[in-house]
Every structure is written in C-alpha cells, then in structure tokens.
C-alpha cells in the first residue's frame, strides 16, 4: 500500500536553532511531494513542492526540502527557527499514477521555544 | 487561504440532520475537493470535482453528497447517513485535476459539531 510516513508526532527546537521535521513515503514510481503548514484553526498553507531537478528546493518563510531518493525521504527544514514557525506541518505524495490523489502524513507539530 | 471561502466557520447539528457546508473559490480552478481532518489524522479526501457536473467519490464518500452546478462552487452535504460527523473539514481547489505537478489550495475550513 502507499503510504507517507511523517514519524514524529511533535519536534521541539529552540529560537534560532535549525529545525528539521522528517517524512518519508513509499509509492510507485517517482513521486511529486508537497508540504504545507497549517495554524489553529486555519487552513492549510502550501509550503514548497518537489517536481523534478534540483534535490533541494526552496519555499515560502524560508524553509526549503530535500528529495532523497535512495531514502525516499522529503525532510522540510530551516536554518533559523522562528516562534512564528510553530504549527502544524503536513508531507504529502501524488503517486505519478494517480491524477488527484494525494496521500498525506499525519502531520507533526512543531514547537518553537524562546 | 487563498481566493477559497468557506461558510460558516462553526457548525453545530443536532443528530439525525442534515447540514451543507458552503465552498467558494475565485480562482477559475477547475478541480476542486472536500476534505476531512482528525486529531492526530492526516488529511482524508471525501469527494472532488474535476468539472461542472462531474464529482467522484474519495476515501470517505459514504454519509456525504456534493454538487458541482457552477464551476466556483462545490457545496459538501453532512447527511444523517454520516455516523460520526464531528471534524474540521476543507475544502481545496487546483487549476484541473489532471494536472500532476498541479497545487491544490486550501479554504480556512469548517468546524462541525454534533450536539
């Protein structure tokens, strides 16, 4: 079955430090993968996507993801955290076979502490 | 949130009614889709649209119905069908559905509650 695995339920980091929240997936073929935050109470907020090219992409407030391949791995990350960042994160596939289909990760919640 | 609109932002229903939930976009997408979210849950798709008058079901279609009359409006019905109906529920749209490397953007959503 494809799946997308977000294995963190919450990541705490500290004002100023790097942060990194994980995903990894497991679909057919090459995937399209997506982020996006969501604050309480609010809708979700399209973050970055990874199509195809450079392994690294970059995306809005900052943050940017790396496609890993051989680990089948799409880790969301940032150089300098902000109290600001502190939400939820959600990691999202479209499997190349499927024309509508997102398969989404149960998202982590990420705290930022002054 | 976009140019999608999502009405009312609280819902309370009583057991046994139905309720619709309102989604509008201005975005001149084509597709557009309802989800459901859960603590603790990622995001389940209920139904989406590709065009006007077309709509397939998700994941989780039983207990719900949708329309799609006007391409900017693609209204989600909570029957009494649907056991468990309490959620946050989104609704998203995206420039078609056959568009692969296509976003999908979200409305602020729509809280249900069943009293």
């Known amino acids: 079955a494809q799946s997308v695995a977000q294995p963190e339920d919450q990541v705490n980091v500290a004002e100023g430090n790097p942060l990194t929240v994980k995903c990894t997936y497991s679909v057919s073929g090459n995937p399209y993968l997506f982020w996006y935050v969501q604050y309480p109470n609010r809708g979700l907020q399209f973050l970055l996507k990874?199509?195809?090219?450079d392994n690294l992409v970059k995306g809005s407030y900052g943050f940017e993801a790396e496609f890993n391949k051989s680990q089948t791995s799409f880790h969301l990350k940032k150089p300098s955290a902000l109290v600001s960042d502190s939400a939820l994160y959600f990691c999202?596939?479209?499997?190349?076979?499927?024309?509508?289909?997102?398969?989404w990760g149960a998202g982590t919640k990420l705290i930022i502490k002054p | 949130d976009g140019g999608i609109t999502q009405s009312p932002k609280y819902l309370f229903r009583k057991e046994g009614q139905n309720v619709t939930l309102s989604c509008e976009q201005n975005l001149n997408h084509d597709a557009m889709y309802w989800y459901r979210q859960d603590p603790g849950q990622g995001l389940r798709l209920i139904y989406y649209s590709q065009i006007v008058n077309d709509f397939q079901k998700g994941d989780i279609a039983e207990g719900y119905s949708v329309s799609r009359e006007k391409k900017e409006s693609f209204p989600l019905t909570v029957t009494s069908a649907q056991k468990n109906p309490t959620a946050f529920y989104l609704c998203a749209s995206s420039m078609s559905a056959g568009g692969f490397t296509d976003t999908q953007y979200f409305g602020p959503g729509t809280r249900l509650t069943v009293l």
């Open positions: 990874y199509i195809t090219g």
């Open positions: 999202a596939v479209r499997p190349m076979d499927s024309n509508y289909q997102l398969i």
